[in-house]
């Protein structure tokens, strides 16, 4: 087994990395990782219903969708990630237990009374302090994990937390379990994790590595249609008052488009505010797509007082 440290902490590139030797080296391989911060959700989840989308716009907090399902995590600094790519073998995927047996080791040594449980945690006196994932990619399997070593946990707290009543999603919800840092308890030696979980050579990229892995981040990892768009089925309500008056919508989400939408309000409208609705529908559900459509029609014959602005504002939070 080779191993890897990740020379970068942008989350994008370091997830289009994590898939780049998944996919393309036949070598077993464990990887560390850091992240600036960043919301990575679970690919089957709804990206809007994980997150607080004014303090990931605010803060500018990357939001990256990531291979394996489970919960949204948060990372930053202080929280080391760690992945395993390795032949799927029978019996090995859902085996959490064999992946995080060397963690709860090297804990173990350092006098920690650490132990896994719940569906793929690891938790210290109750808390967690590690949560993993797997997925299987053609023959191989990755697993992956989190480490808090010093994590942020006001932002952990304000990130995560969103308002119910905007989104009703078909999405997996994460699960928004106590957490705590290792530092709270001892701090770990990587190379005795490495020893514990027999990691072998180090691997330095190529060039021909990097150039690959940043294609990959820029084509995919990067994008709207991987990050929210393949969210799964959703309604969006959201409502806002303006001078012109109160709006408010209604959306129906499928494949990251609008399949359909409603406005109501007590704004006043000189023509059929359905001529709006048939503008949007099928569009993305993003302000930036929004308000291109918007910018098209005369809107004060729709919202009179209100902006192409402030209406794609509402129709879309991001």
């Given at each position: ?21 998944l996919?393309s ?9 850091r ?24 803060n ?12 949204a995590?948060?990372h930053?600094l ?8 390795v032949?799927?073998?029978e ?42 994932a797997?997925?299987v ?18 932002d ?38 490495m ?39 959703y309604n969006y309500?959201n409502?806002?008052?303006?001078s ?16 359909h ?7 006043f409208?000189?023509?059929?505010i ?13 302000k930036?797509?929004?308000l291109?459509?918007?910018?098209r029609?005369r ?20």
């Amino acid at each position: 087994m080779i191993y890897i440290e990740s020379p970068w902490y942008d989350p994008y590139i370091n997830l289009a990395l994590e898939e780049y030797l998944l996919a393309s080296f036949d070598e077993e391989v464990f990887m560390l990782w850091r992240n600036e911060k960043s919301v990575i959700v679970g690919k089957n989840q709804n990206t809007l219903s994980e997150i607080n989308v004014d303090y990931v716009k605010n803060n500018n907090i990357a939001v990256v969708r990531r291979l394996t399902g489970g919960g949204a995590v948060f990372h930053d600094l202080g929280n080391l990630n760690f992945s395993f790519m390795v032949k799927n073998k029978e019996g090995l995927y859902s085996n959490f237990s064999r992946f995080t047996e060397p963690i709860l080791s090297a804990l173990e040594a350092y006098g920690l009374r650490a132990e896994y449980g719940g569906r793929n945690d690891i938790t210290i006196d109750g808390k967690k302090i590690s949560g993993n994932a797997q997925t299987v990619y053609g023959g191989r399997l990755l697993h992956h994990g989190t480490l808090l070593f010093h994590t942020d946990f006001e932002d952990l707290a304000a990130v995560l937390t969103v308002n119910p009543l905007k989104v009703q999603s078909q999405g997996i919800q994460s699960n928004r379990a106590r957490v705590a840092n290792i530092c709270e308890f001892k701090h770990i030696a990587v190379c005795e994790f490495m020893e514990r979980a027999a990691v072998g050579e180090c691997y330095r990229l190529t060039q021909d590595d990097t150039e690959t892995v940043f294609r990959l981040a820029d084509e995919k990892y990067k994008t709207w249609e991987w990050n929210y768009g393949y969210s799964p089925k959703y309604n969006y309500h959201n409502e806002k008052r303006f001078s012109g008056g109160c709006l408010e919508v209604y959306v129906e989400v499928k494949d990251g488009r609008m399949e359909h939408i409603k406005f109501y309000g007590d704004f006043f409208a000189r023509s059929d505010i359905a001529v709006v609705e048939e503008a949007l529908t099928g569009t993305k559900h993003n302000k930036e797509e929004a308000l291109s459509v918007l910018q098209r029609l005369r809107i004060n014959e729709y919202f009179l007082g209100i902006s192409a602005m402030e209406v794609a504002g509402t129709v879309a939070p991001l």
